[in-house]
């Protein structure tokens, strides 16, 4: 038999970063140990935001999902004893990725770096921040113009950089299916181009090496095979797109270059345990298949629906990726699935359903037109809602959840305080001491930057005018800027963004035929507004905070309106005092708190606090999220009427507990509804 030629490995990395920069440097020395081969950062949300550490709406956030990167000193200290010049680096950062990326620089200059051999990636997909993930900050114009200057500067200045990473993982985690995923991203990846070209600061000979750096970040879900035949319909639309569109001959350039991280939306709270097997189906998705295969992977770990991984959780999800590819012989063939006729049919359907709702997006003037009209977050919405009845009703099923729920005693889970990494509280404040530290100290030695006011008014000129914006950027970072200053510069000038909810054009997406769960909760809601002499119950959903993630308070939202409440969501973002300010003004009767980064702690209280202090405890506050039962337990004690967490999977019977708390709250006697 003939030696086979084994295929290289794809990139193994494991998303990681937390509490501060000394404390994840040394996580990711460890990991590069472990036999990791390239690094993945996670940016706290302060840092994805543009705020400092020390800002009222960072408050409960520093360090909970990310590291906090305030300013050069702490990029310094990030990747100290770590040669960037041999690393692969990517930084899972939009709004900000231009920020950080010449943080990324100049501390590579500092070690000495040639950064033309600088490697990695920024993810710098901002469509997907206005659709899913809510770490946006400026409008949608001025976003792509960062986007295109980074690329611009990229191809020039750090050739083997990719400067973004479109990603179409959170639209999946948002609810698009596989055709959505595939044709939102190609819509985000056509405005980009498109900006870039139109530019004029690459020319035409060069937009080849562009479209060679454009790099995609996709999800891989459980239903494997359909995963993996929407990765070879990506590559097939990807190589139509860039030669039709923008005349690429060389295949090189147009080869569709893809990391994922697999699916976190399936795992589960319940039987958490499960979620091993379905990380190991989700990453085969993505590497069975030679032809199109990932460049780069990461897995979630089996108990991130519980709260924080452990650094011997990371090292599990590491080593199952090593299992494949160092004891399997998967990668010793060519493509297994060249000519299989079924595979072929499903790859078929997916590439003209997706060409055609690509075709779509652009008679609406593009990706950037259909984010504005609300179309893109609407369709989304949508879809989850459509899933999220299907897992209700029983037709999809989850096992463990609403199939199989029958378990033995979970010895991983037995101790739950141990079976997750917390953040210590005290963090927050030894980060905020240290950033005063630096902004009093910047100019005095050993670091001696100059003055930051001068390279801010640059940036802002710069921002003001059609000027490259990296090259201010870059002098901001060498002044010892920090990043709540590089951001509010731009703010000034670009204005902020309030990205639409897609919430009030969402279709029903569950019936409330007469007998039905939700006919039943709608008959107590027009019940108890009756006795309390309204014309309809107002329940206000709030995400207080950074977090972003906004689609648990979407779907209850929906479900709320559905069910015959009058409901207020204003997006993502806000103060508690911002929150406590709607109920009152809105007169609700609820309150729904939204948290699944960890600040629930905090911001939760604090919320019940101010309704305390304006006379409104007859107004019950009910709080959901990524919340360990210990903090739930704190929670409920501080005065929360309910508290639910991922495995509360049923959202008609939650918007039902909410309607009896606000029957409870007003001292109304429970209603006997007829099962």
Known sequence: ???????????????????????????????????????????????????????????????????????????RRLFQD????QMNTSMTINATAMWLLALYQVVAEEQGADITKLQGTTQNDIVKEYLSRGTHVFPPGP????TTDMIA?????????????????????????????????????????????????????RMGDVVGRISFFVNAGVRFVEEMCKMRAFGRIWDTVTRERYGIENPKHRRFRYGVQVNSLGLTEAQPENNVQRIVLEMLAVTLSKDARARAVQLPAWNEALGLPRPWDQQWSLRIQQVLAYESDLLEYEDIFEGSKVIEA?????????????????????????????????????????????????????????????TEPNPLTADLDTA??????????????????????????????????????????????????????????????????????????????????????APVAVTAEEGSALSEVRRKVELTAKDLGVGKLRFLVGK???????????????????????????GIRLTPEQIVDAALAEDVHAVGLSILSGSHAQLVPDVLERLRVAGATD?????????????????????????????????????????????NANKLDPLEVPA
Request: proline fraction near 5%; charge should be negative.
């Open 1 to 75: 038999m003939t030696e086979r030629q084994k295929d290289r490995p794809w990139l193994m990395r494991t998303y990681a970063g937390h509490s501060t920069a000394e404390a994840s440097n040394e996580l990711y020395r460890r990991n590069l140990a472990k036999g990791q081969t390239g690094l993945s950062v996670a940016f706290d949300l302060p840092t994805q935001t543009g705020y400092d550490p020390d800002h009222v709406l960072a408050r409960g956030e520093v360090g909970r999902v990310g590291v906090p990167v305030s300013h050069l000193g702490d990029m």
């Open 82 to 85: 770590i040669p960037l010049e």
């Open 143 to 146: 976003s792509l113009r960062l």
């Open 153 to 205: 500067y990229t191809v020039s200045h750090i050739p083997k950089w990719n400067p973004i990473n479109i990603c179409s993982y959170h639209l999946q985690e948002a609810g698009a299916t596989p055709v959505q995923e595939i044709a939102y991203a190609m819509s985000t990846a056509i405005a980009v181009l498109d900006a870039v070209r139109d530019s004029g600061q690459v020319p035409q000979e």
């Open 346 to 406: 499903k790859v078929g359907e997916l590439v003209a359903e997706a060409t055609a709702e690509i075709e779509r997006i652009q008679e609406m003037g593009g990706a950037m037109a259909a984010v504005e009209s609300g179309y893109l977050k609407s369709q989304l919405v949508s879809s989850h809602a459509a899933r999220r009845a299907r897992i209700e009703s029983g037709e999809e099923k989850i096992i463990g959840v609403n199939a199989f729920e029958g």
């Open 420 to 505: 997750i990494q917390t953040v210590d509280p005290a963090v927050e404040a030894r980060v905020i001491a240290s950033l005063q530290n630096w902004r009093d100290t910047r100019y005095q030695p050993p670091f001696n930057h100059p003055r930051p006011c001068k390279a801010l008014e640059k940036l802002k000129e710069a921002a003001r005018g059609t000027d490259n914006l990296m090259e201010a950027t870059l002098e901001c970072a060498r002044a010892g800027v920090t990043t709540g200053e590089w951001a509010g510069a731009l703010r000034e000038v670009f204005g902020e963004f309030r990205a639409p909810t897609g919430v009030s054009s």
């Open 544 to 570: 207080p905070g950074l977090d972003g993630h906004s689609n648990g308070a979407e779907q209850i939202a929906v479900r709320a309106r559905d069910a015959g409440f009058e409901v207020v969501y204003q």
């Open 619 to 663: 107004i019950p506050v009910i709080a959901g999220g990524i919340i360990p039962s210990g903090d739930a337990e704190q929670l409920r004690a501080a005065g929360v009427a309910a508290v639910f967490t991922p495995k509360d999977f049923d959202i008609t019977g939650i918007i039902g507990r909410i309607v009896d708390e606000i029957r």
